[in-house]
C-alpha cells in the first residue's frame, strides 16, 4: 500500500481481498473490535483507489510528513527576525532549490538490485540485527526510554482493558435480556 | 736492419780510422770511406718514401762491393754488414714495388671516379604499404633494424592521445587496440613501491639531465611515489568540466542548505573553477535572477510565508519534466484494471461551467495528477502546504515535490487552515479551470487532495472521524445508533464488514452544495442533510480523489495490532497477566525491535529507529514470551 509504484491488477485483485478478509477476520475473531474509519479506508476505500490510479504509494502523505522532518532539521540555517520572516527565507531557499529537481537535473537513475540480492545470508553479517549492536546512548537516555515504554504500556493496557470490559458488560446485559 | 754510427762494426771501424790516422790503410783494415750519398741511401732506405721507385733507384757502392776481396779478419765483419744491408735493400726494393702497385691502383681509380658520372636519381624512400608489406614479410627484422622498429612503435604508441591502432590479419580479423585506463592503487606493496620510486628517480634523472641518484640517497632531493601517482591519475582522468547552468548549482546548494560561505570553501578545495562551478557573483547574480521570477516569489502573509503563484510553479515544473523527457502519463483504470487511453485535450470550460468539473475531468482527457496537502507538525510546530506532480518518476522526493508554504501555528482547525489555504484558493480554482499546457498541449489537471484525515476532514468542512457519517468516501454511518437509525438502515455502517461495498458513496455534488451556502450549512439542519458537513469546504473535489492516507492506515493499524494482543491476553487470562504481557510487550519493542512509541499521537512508532527497524523481516525478530497464568 505504501509503495510508491504502480502496481499490477493481480496485485489490486490480491490487495482487495486481502484487505477485506482481514477486516472481517478481525471482527469476527475479535468482536470487541470496532472498526474504525482508518481501517473501514483500508477495506473499501484504498482498493478503490488503487483500482482508479494504480497505486496509493504514489500519492500518498509520505512528502508531507518527510517535510516536517526537514523543517525541524533546518529551521536554524534561515532564521530572521521574526518566525513568519524565517519562514519566508525557508520557502525562498526551497523555490530555488526546485532547479536542482531531478527534471532540471537529470541522472542516470541507478538500476536497483535484484529482489533479495542485498539480504544478508550469512550469519556474520553486518547486516543482521544481531550484528548491528546496539546504539550507544546514555543512562539518563535509557531511563527516559524505560518510563516512556511503560508508561505507554500502562496507557494500552487501561484501554484495552476497558474495551474488553466495555464488551463484556454488554454482552452480559444482552445475555440477561 | 742499418744501425748507422750507432752500429756495432760502424764504431769499430771510426776507433780504427781514428787509430790510423792516414788513409793508407783503408783498403786493407777498416770499412772504407763511404760517401755522403751512400751514408744517406744506408739511412733512408728503412723508411718508405713515396717518391722511391725502382726505375729511379741507383745501384750503390755495396752493391759492387766483393767480399771476396776482403782478406782480414776485420773486413769479415764488414762483409756481414754488406749481407745485412744487401737483405735490407732487397726487403726495401719489395716494399718500394708493393707500394708503386698501390699507387698505381689509386691512380686508376681515382681516374674512374673522375670519368663515371653517378647516378643522380636517389631512390625513393618506400611507401607506408610497401614498408607494411616488408614488415609482414619480415624482410626487416634483423639485429639492425630491431631499435629502429622500436623507436617506430613507440612513437605511434606513446603519445598522449593516439589513434587506435588496428591489425588487420590475413584472414581478414581486425583486432583494435584500445587504451584503457588503469588506476593506481593508494596502497601497494614494499615492491611495487620501489619500482614506483625506481620509476620517478627514472624521471628526476631524465627532467634534471644528470645523475641524481646519489642526491637521493643523501636525501638531497626527494623522489615522491605520490606525486607519481597524482600526475598519472589526472593523466588518465582528467575531470570534465560540468554543464550545470548557475541556476541548477544553486538549485542544488539551497537543496542541501548549504551556505555560500561553505560552497566557496568547497569551490577552492576542490578546484571548482576548473570544474566548471560558478563564482560566488554569478551565483548571487542568478539568485536575483530566479528571485524576480513569478514561480519562485514568496509573499508574507499574516498567516505565514506563501508562494505567490502556485500555478506558476506547477507549469515550471512540468515544462522541465517535458523538457527533460522525464514526463509520466498516468492513466486512469476501468472497473476491469486496464488503463483508459487518453485520447482528447482539455479544453477550458466556460465561466459559468462549476468548477468541481474541472477538477475531475473525464478520463478520455489528457490530464496531469496534482496532489495538494496539508498537515501540520515539525518543531516548532507548524502547517505545511505541499503540491506534488505524480507524472514523473520519484514523486515524493523533497525536490521533486512545490513546497507552496508555511504557518507557523499550533493550531489547524477550520478557521486557521481556512486564512492559510485562502491564500491559494483561487490559483487552485484557475489551475483546475484553466489546465496547463504540457508539449504544446492543454491538459486537464486531476486534482488529489493529500494529508492526515484530521486535516483532510477540516479542509472539506468534515466534522472529523467522530462524526456520524465518519468517512470522507461515503454516507456509511460509524456505528449503529438509536438516534440514527435511519441513517443506518439507509447507508449501512462501518461495523458492517460483511458488505461487498459501501452502498452510498460521498458525491461532489454534495459538497459543492455545502460550499455553496454563503453562511455555511446550519446547525439545525437534519443530519440526513447535512451529512457531516458542518463548514463550506474548502475544495470541492471528487471524493475518491482523496487520498486513502496510506501512511496514517499503517501507523494506526499496527498499534491497533499491538493493543489487540493485549486485549486478547485480558480477555483469556484476566488482567494481571495481561498487564504483565503488556509491559513485556513494551520492553521487548525497546530492547530488540528498538522502536520507541512517540509520547504523542497515542503513542505511535514513528521516528528514524522506527523506520530502519520496521522494515527488516519478520522472522529477524523474536517473540515476546508466552503469557504465563
Not at chain 1, 538500476?111 to 546512548?137: H, L, Q, S, Y
Not at chain 2, 744501425?3 to 756495432?8: I, M, Y
Not at chain 2, 636525501?219 to 607519481?228: C, E, F, N
Not at chain 2, 512540468?318 to 485520447?343: C, M, N, Y
Amino acid at each position: 500500500m505504501n509503495r510508491a509504484a504502480e502496481v499490477h491488477a493481480s496485485g489490486a485483485r490480491e490487495f482487495r481481498a486481502n484487505a477485506q478478509l482481514f477486516a472481517r477476520h478481525l471482527k469476527r475473531s475479535f468482536p470487541w473490535v470496532n472498526i474504525s474509519p482508518k481501517l473501514y479506508i483500508l477495506m473499501y476505500h484504498a482498493p478503490d483507489f488503487l483500482d482508479l490510479f494504480g497505486s496509493i504509494g504514489l500519492y500518498g502523505e509520505q512528502s508531507i510528513e518527510a517535510w516536517h522532518g526537514f523543517f525541524t532539521q533546518n529551521a536554524a540555517k534561515y532564521a530572521a527576525e521574526t518566525e513568519v520572516g524565517a519562514c519566508a527565507n525557508f520557502v525562498r531557499a526551497l523555490a530555488v532549490a526546485r532547479e536542482a529537481s531531478d527534471a532540471n537535473f537529470s541522472t542516470d537513475a541507478r538500476t536497483p538490485a535484484a529482489e533479495g540480492e542485498r539480504t544478508a545470508k550469512k550469519t556474520g553479517d553486518w547486516r543482521r540485527r544481531e550484528n548491528k549492536g546496539g546504539p550507544v546512548e546514555c543512562e539518563s537516555t535509557r531511563e527516559k526510554a524505560i518510563q516512556d515504554e511503560r508508561k505507554w504500556a500502562q496507557n494500552v493496557f487501561e484501554e484495552g482493558g476497558r474495551a474488553v470490559e466495555v464488551f463484556l458488560t454488554r454482552l452480559a446485559a444482552r445475555v440477561d435480556r | 736492419m742499418p744501425l748507422g754510427r750507432f752500429d756495432r762494426c760502424y764504431c769499430r771501424a771510426s776507433r780504427a780510422k781514428r787509430a790510423s790516422s792516414d788513409a793508407t790503410s783503408h783498403l786493407g783494415c777498416g770499412a772504407p770511406p763511404a760517401s755522403a750519398a751512400q751514408r744517406s741511401d744506408s739511412q733512408k732506405s728503412p723508411e718508405p718514401d713515396d717518391q722511391w721507385t725502382a726505375a729511379n733507384a741507383r745501384p750503390s757502392a755495396v752493391e759492387n762491393f766483393n767480399t771476396s776481396d776482403l782478406g782480414c779478419g776485420a773486413c769479415l765483419s764488414a762483409q756481414a754488414r754488406i749481407e745485412q744491408l744487401r737483405s735490407s735493400l732487397g726487403g726495401a726494393t719489395r716494399w718500394a714495388l708493393r707500394a708503386q702497385r698501390a699507387a698505381g691502383d689509386l691512380r686508376i681509380r681515382l681516374l674512374t671516379a673522375l670519368t663515371t658520372t653517378p647516378s643522380r636519381s636517389i631512390p625513393p624512400p618506400p611507401s607506408c604499404p610497401e614498408f607494411l608489406e616488408a614488415l609482414r614479410r619480415c624482410a626487416l627484422r634483423n639485429d639492425q633494424n630491431g631499435p629502429a622498429l622500436q623507436a617506430i612503435a613507440a612513437t605511434i604508441l606513446l603519445p598522449g592521445s593516439p589513434p587506435e591502432p588496428r591489425l588487420k590479419w590475413d584472414n581478414g580479423v581486425e583486432c583494435v587496440y584500445v587504451r584503457q585506463r588503469a588506476t593506481t592503487k593508494p596502497v601497494v606493496g614494499r615492491s611495487q613501491r620501489y619500482k614506483r620510486l625506481a620509476s620517478g628517480l627514472k624521471s628526476l634523472i631524465r627532467a634534471v639531465g644528470a645523475d641524481s641518484r646519489d642526491a637521493v640517497r643523501a636525501g638531497a632531493v626527494t623522489v615522491s611515489t605520490a606525486d607519481v601517482r597524482r600526475l598519472r591519475i589526472r593523466q588518465l582522468s582528467e575531470p570534465s568540466a560540468t554543464s550545470l547552468s548557475p541556476e541548477q548549482q544553486l538549485g542544488l546548494i539551497a537543496a542541501y542548505g548549504i551556505s555560500f560561505t561553505g560552497f566557496k570553501g568547497i569551490l577552492r578545495g576542490i578546484g571548482g573553477f576548473r570544474l566548471g562551478l560558478s563564482s560566488l557573483p554569478v551565483l548571487r547574480t542568478a539568485r536575483q535572477r530566479l528571485a524576480g521570477l513569478p514561480a519562485k516569489k514568496v509573499a508574507v502573509m499574516g498567516s505565514g510565508a506563501h508562494l505567490v503563484s502556485l500555478k506558476g510553479a506547477v507549469q515550471e515544473n512540468l515544462d522541465a519534466l517535458w523538457a527533460s523527457g522525464s514526463f509520466v502519463e498516468k492513466l486512469l483504470r476501468d472497473s476491469h484494471l486496464v488503463p483508459i487511453a487518453q485520447t482528447h485535450s482539455y479544453e477550458v470550460p466556460s465561466i459559468d461551467a462549476g468548477s468541481i468539473a474541472a477538477a475531475s475531468p473525464p478520463q478520455t482527457v489528457k490530464d496531469i495528477h496534482v496532489t495538494l496537502g496539508v498537515d501540520k507538525g515539525g518543531t516548532p510546530a507548524s502547517v505545511k502546504i505541499v503540491a506534488g506532480l505524480v507524472n514523473q518518476r520519484r514523486p515524493h522526493r523533497l525536490r521533486n515535490t512545490i513546497f507552496v508554504g508555511v504557518c507557523p501555528s499550533h493550531r489547524d482547525d477550520y478557521d486557521a487552515l481556512s486564512s492559510m489555504l485562502g491564500e491559494h484558493l483561487d490559483q487552485v480554482a484557475q489551475l483546475v479551470r484553466e489546465g496547463v499546457v504540457v508539449g504544446g498541449e492543454r491538459r486537464a489537471v486531476r486534482l488529489i487532495m493529500s494529508g492526515d484525515y484530521e486535516a483532510l476532514c477540516t479542509v472539506h468542512g468534515h466534522k472529523g472521524q467522530n462524526a456520524t457519517m465518519a468517512c470522507l468516501m461515503c454516507y456509511c454511518t460509524r456505528s449503529p445508533s438509536r438516534t440514527q437509525a435511519a441513517l443506518d438502515g439507509i447507508y449501512g455502517t462501518m461495523q458492517d464488514v460483511d458488505a461487498p461495498a459501501p452502498a452510498h458513496a460521498r458525491t461532489s455534488a454534495h459538497l459543492v452544495s455545502m460550499a455553496a451556502r454563503a453562511g455555511g450549512p446550519a446547525n439545525d439542519q437534519l443530519q440526513a442533510a447535512l451529512r457531516s458537513i458542518a463548514r463550506p469546504p474548502l475544495f470541492s473535489v471528487d471524493p475518491r480523489q482523496i487520498v486513502p492516507i496510506p501512511w496514517h492506515i499503517l501507523l494506526g493499524i499496527t498499534l491497533r495490532l499491538l493493543r489487540l494482543a493485549i486485549e486478547l491476553v485480558i480477555s483469556c487470562r484476566g488482567r494481571p497477566v495481561g498487564s504483565a504481557f503488556a509491559f513485556e510487550v513494551a520492553e521487548t519493542l525497546r530492547r530488540v525491535v528498538r522502536g520507541r512509541p512517540a509520547p504523542y499521537h497515542g503513542g505511535v512508532f514513528i521516528g528514524r529507529d522506527c523506520h530502519a527497524n520496521f522494515s527488516t523481516k519478520r522472522r529477524d525478530l523474536p517473540r515476546p514470551s508466552q503469557p504465563r497464568g
